[in-house]
Structures are given as structure tokens and as C-alpha cells.
């Protein structure tokens, strides 16, 4: 297995329009200062990436699909913990909406 530092610039609107996302979703929510939402964002951020990268590791080794001619894009972590932020930010934003309709 190697690590690739040297990757498309997609990578980079792909990891920005996640974390522009989750910073945009949660300043619609007023909810990025408060400490114990902020926790539960990161611990949601780590279990979604070792979640993912765990996916990743099974399916490449698996021949599911593989990374020519380099296997790891170092930057596919930090854009699934970005993801993984954003996601929880999309889940509070429904649930709001939801509960609030009743």
C-alpha cells in the first residue's frame, strides 16, 4: 500500500463544497459555539472516517475497486471526516424541520 500526495485538484472542490456545506448548514442552525454539539461533530467526523476507511481497506483489498496506480489518495480522509461533518449537519437540519412541523 502507498500513500499519494500528488492527487487531482478535484479532490480539493470535492473536500471545500463538504466542509462550505457543513459551514453553511451549520450557521443556518446557530449551532457551530455551542461545546457539547461541537463534541458530538467530532466524534461523529472520527467514527464516519474509521467507518469509511475501513470500508475502503475491505474493498481494495477485496479487488472491489483500487486506486491506479496508486492506492491511497491521502486527501479522501479528511474530505470523508468533512463529509461526515456535513451529514450531521443535513440529519440536524431535518430533524428540526420535522419536529417543528408537527
Known sequence: MTFDFDFSPSW?????????????????????????????????GLLGSCALLSMEIFATSMNL????????????WPTYFVAALFGYQLLRLVERFFSSSR
Open 65 to 76: 475497486w483500487n486506486y491506479v496506480p496508486r492506492n491511497w489518495p491521502t486527501i479522501l
Open 12 to 44: 480539493y472542490v470535492l473536500f471545500f463544497a463538504f466542509l462550505i456545506g457543513w459551514l453553511v448548514l451549520g450557521i443556518m442552525r446557530r449551532k457551530l459555539t455551542e461545546k457539547k454539539e461541537a463534541k458530538e461533530q467530532f466524534i461523529l
